[in-house]
């Protein structure tokens, strides 16, 4: 109708040329993301599996996916090959480079769909709010954002095709790189197979990373090292350092040893001093997605300046590979090869020790960062409120702002979510609760329900057997019943939300049940079901209305309020009950500018000027101007433009009503 009124008139469409200038652009059609690693400056030979990846780069697309499988195993170089192509093609991908580490040496650790799609979709510069829940409009969404894109996809450490098989479009464009230790079953895909390095490159790159007089010195045992390392660049580059020594005597692995990284990790092990040899054992207990300061120092029992220190001397001999500032990762070869040699020299009390003391921290940095980023919501449970053993209670810390906050529970949460399946695996149903409770600002603010939702339902099953009818489980039921909510899944989120009522009920905590209730409203206020909503709001206000002076939750009562009046603003106005939903959402709009709370208020205000919208009321309030002027006017059917009206829809202008 827009389009037809412009052709007519040529003024409409000036008018419409200017409304559409300050359309922002989709979200996926801003930026170009470069997002590779950096390349090795020692990359060799590899020219047969870079013919291959040319070969299919160069032939017509012909709505064939252009798709290449690079495996090969541990240490062999596959994830350097497909970064070392992706920086020598860059001019082939004028629109970017997206890469992902998709975490696929365990499957419990490995990516899910859901959370792949999300986290691509961000790279290409999709606003995470733009993002749908469902993994089907993910798909939808991430096809429509490469089709007219030269973009190259890498995907490092993929544990199956199933957990990259979305990601393939037919796009001519679009080059997906999927990086793992064997070739995907299941996957139409180009193999590139990576085998050892020839002995004329192995040794090139020793000469390049160690020099070649140091190469020269140690020629008497080059051919052992070379053989023990069976032309592997990761054992090449861990024995490195090794040959450096005067003597040259420990550059010779054991001879014994039938594996070639086995005998060089024998090798590296051996080299180390005491106090890095108990620190890559006690990192290695358990795997953390990545290694931060905040995990090693309470793993190794020590200051974080001294933490800091450990991670880069590891990373120096090779034990760890750097993923960004100050953080790590442990190769799955590195970690087992760690972990047998815990089992054979550290206690069983000691082994458990440290991973206690790295769970707790995880849990003390997930409360603190948690009261940081959503201040004014209500916790649950003595730890947010009581001193530790140390005799600290929790607060919040100390980030610039909530964003921040945020930002540094996101960047731990691959941490977090191994931090529950170690108390999982230990029974400890409290610890996973808090750690649950701590993940809410992610789940609220940051869109990895998917990624969450694991753990979430290990809440609700370990606080259903540790804590059955108690306000506990009321509140993992409540979290649960919320993501499933988001992620769409309406009957599972009906079943858990009003499990939390019962719970809550149960328990008595009036609080916990008054906000079952009102995610009741929520659900069914997503499913455009205004008549079902609106009682359950009010339910919820007649169950906070009990809360008495004193009692647990009255303190929150006033913020409750204020958002059940919000909810009944937006309940009412579905119901086309305009006049009640103004007065609702203005209670609700005076509370939280009352309190500077800002996104509320911003939320309310969206609200209220839907409201105003349906009802007719004017876009801009105040004086017409003299000349002549245009407006839209509003129906229940079409939107029209009027350019000789002296009023909106029956309302006089002359006042600027």
């Known amino acids: 109708m827009l389009a037809e009124g412009a052709r007519r008139d040529p003024a409409q469409a000036r008018a419409l040329s200017a409304l559409m200038r300050g359309v922002p652009l989709p979200a996926a059609a801003r930026g170009v993301p470069r997002l590779l690693p950096a390349s090795s400056p020692f990359f060799k030979d590899r020219q047969d599996a870079l013919k291959i990846l040319d070969r299919e780069l160069s032939r017509p697309g012909e709505g064939r996916p252009r798709v290449v499988n690079i495996h090969g195993p541990a240490g062999i170089g596959s994830s350097t090959l497909a970064v070392h192509w992706g920086w020598r093609e860059v001019g082939q991908f004028p629109d970017g480079q997206v890469y992902l580490d998709l975490n696929g040496a365990s499957a419990s650790a490995a990516l899910p769909v859901g959370t792949v799609l999300h986290r691509v979709l961000t790279q290409l510069g999709v606003d995470k709010d733009a993002i749908p829940p469902g993994v089907e409009d993910r798909i939808g969404l991430y096809r429509t954002s490469v089709a007219e894109r030269r973009l190259l996809v890498v995907l490092d450490h993929v544990h199956s095709a199933a957990q990259i098989r979305p990601l393939i479009t037919s796009a001519s464009g679009v080059v997906v790189v999927a990086v793992s230790r064997h070739a995907l079953v299941g996957l139409d895909a180009i193999r590139v197979p990576v085998g050892p390095l020839p002995e004329q490159d192995a040794v090139h790159l020793l000469g390049d990373l160690v020099g070649k007089q140091a190469l020269a010195a140690a020629r008497a045992t080059l051919p052992s090292v070379l053989e023990r390392c069976a032309g592997s660049p990761w054992a090449l580059r861990a024995c490195a350092p090794a040959l450096l020594q005067p003597t040259g005597q420990a550059t010779a692995p054991d001879e014994s040893a039938t594996d ?66 100050d953080r790590y990762v442990m190769r799955p070869l590195v970690r087992q090869f760690a972990q047998d040699a815990a089992l054979r020299e550290d206690t069983p009390a000691r082994r458990a020790a440290v991973v206690e003391r790295t769970v707790a921290e995880l849990v003390r940095f997930a409360i603190e960062a948690d009261l ?176 008495r002076p ?93 350019t000789r009206g002296r009023c909106w829809n029956g309302v006089s202008a002359k006042h600027g009503e």
């Not at 006690?282 to 020590?302: G, I, M, N």
Request: charged share 25%.
């Open 260 to 325: 070639p990284l086995h005998a060089i990790l024998d090798l590296v092990y051996a080299s180390l001093p005491p106090h890095l040899a108990v620190a890559v054992r006690s990192l290695a207990l358990r795997p953390w997605p990545t290694l931060t300061v905040t995990v090693a120092a309470a793993a190794l029992d020590t200051a974080a300046e001294q933490a800091a220190g450990v991670l880069a001397e590891l990373a120096e001999r090779q034990l760890l590979q750097g993923a960004g500032t």
């Open 372 to 547: 940081a980023a959503l201040d004014r919501r209500w916790h649950l449970g003595p730890r947010y409120d009581e001193p530790d053993q140390a005799g600290q209670a929790p607060r919040p810390a100390a980030y610039p702002g909530p964003g921040e906050a945020l930002a540094a529970l996101e960047a731990e949460l691959g941490n977090l979510l191994e931090a529950v399946r170690t108390a999982e695996s230990r029974d400890d149903a409290e610890t996973v609760f808090y750690l649950c409770q701590a993940m809410w600002p992610i789940q609220l603010k940051a869109g990895h329900v998917e990624e969450i939702l694991p753990a979430l339902r290990t809440g609700v099953r370990l606080a259903d057997r540790a804590f059955p009818g108690t306000d506990m489980a009321g509140r993992a039921h409540t979290q649960l019943g919320l993501a499933l909510k988001d992620l769409r899944r309406d009957q599972e989120a009906l079943a858990q939300l009003e499990s939390a009522a019962d719970a809550d009920r149960l328990a008595g905590h009036l609080r916990g049940q008054a906000t079952a209730v009102e995610s009741l409203g929520l659900l069914r206020l997503g499913q455009w079901d205004h008549e079902a909503a609106l009682p359950l709001f009010q339910e919820a206000g007649r169950i906070l209305e009990a809360i």
């Open 550 to 642: 004193g009692e647990r939750g009255f303190e929150d009562v006033p913020r409750a309020r204020a958002l059940l009046e919000r909810h009944q603003g937006r309940a009412l106005r579905g119901l086309e009950r305009l006049d009640e939903a103004r007065e609702r959402l203005l209670v609700a709009l005076r509370f939280f500018r009352g309190t500077a709370e800002a996104y509320n208020t911003a939320r309310t205000l969206t609200d209220l000027a839907a409201v105003l919208l349906d009802a007719g009321t004017p876009r801009r309030p105040g004086p017409w101007p003299r000349r002549r002027w245009r407006c839209w006017r509003r129906s229940t059917r079409s939107l029209t433009w009027s």
